[in-house]
């Protein structure tokens, strides 16, 4: 849908002169409007939190289909990096019996999250910090599309000049964040896990050996996005995984 025709459906005629100003001057119309639909889910945004992504549905139904088939009813999932809380909430509005926590560093951003919970009626736990580190339980299941944006990636003009930084940017040619989770992990495992990433489309060798080198043994599943590119990649313990690929 064109941008002006999205603010023509979500906005009163009396709000569209000022919206359509705010669209000229390059702001993102979902910013605009302050929400986006989420996997049927209504989730508010503004400037604190990442716009979610198409991208990001995938990753969110990839996982909810691997839990489904592989997970006994009732599991607990961390989402690390919650931002908006899309996909802390989806998953939990979808999996009910599950028990769903999520992390951000950035405290207005989990404001949203925390918004966006209460209104889509989930109950999710929040905390405030640095991805694992302030959490002290034990997960069936780590999502997290964490940033994941080299510092010198070219990046369009209304991502970078809208959008958080700190939902865009990782340090170590955008790898930081997959560093940091997977050396921690084993801790914050039950016996048998899947650990679910969103990753930059030119990513997938080196994720893919930054996991090798932290879950030697497991099974690890690169798969493309709906436009072709690696995409996601998924590690587990579960035996039957790689033979029963979706
Ligand atoms: C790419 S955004 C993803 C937001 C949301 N999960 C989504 O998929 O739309 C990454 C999020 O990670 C948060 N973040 C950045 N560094 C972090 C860290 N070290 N620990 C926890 N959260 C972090 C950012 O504030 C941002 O909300």
Wanted: aromatic content about 10%; some cysteine; overall charge neutral.
């Amino acid at each position: 849908m064109k941008d002006i025709d999205y603010l023509k459906k979500y906005l009163k005629e009396e709000n569209l002169e000022e919206a359509i100003k705010r669209l000229e001057k390059g702001e993102p119309v979902q910013y605009i409007v302050g929400e986006v639909d989420f996997f049927g889910n209504i989730i508010k945004v503004n400037k604190n939190v990442l716009i979610p992504r198409f991208e990001t549905e995938e990753l969110v139904y990839k996982t909810i289909e691997y839990i489904k088939k592989y997970f006994k009813k009732s599991i607990k999932i961390v989402d690390l990096g919650t931002g908006s809380g899309c996909i802390a909430i989806t998953l939990k509005k979808k999996l009910p019996n599950s028990i769903v926590h999520a992390v951000d560093i950035y405290k207005e951003a989990l404001e949203v999250a925390k918004y966006n919970a209460r209104i889509n009626n989930v109950n999710i736990n929040f905390y405030l910090g640095d991805m694992l580190e302030p959490l002290t339980d034990k997960y069936d299941c780590i999502i997290s599309n964490p940033p994941y944006i080299a510092h010198d990636e070219e990046v369009m003009d209304i991502v970078k000049n809208n959008e958080p930084h700190v939902a865009l940017y990782a340090n170590d040619n955008g790898l930081e964040n997959y560093k940091k989770i997977l050396k921690n992990a084993n801790k914050y495992l039950n016996d048998k896990y899947l650990i679910a990433f969103e990753i930059g489309a030119t990513q997938a060798n080196e994720v893919f050996k930054l996991a090798k080198r932290y879950f030697p043994n497991d099974s690890i599943i690169i798969e493309k996005d709906m436009q072709n590119r690696d995409r996601f990649i998924f590690i587990t313990n579960i035996k039957s995984f790689l033979s029963n690929k979706l």
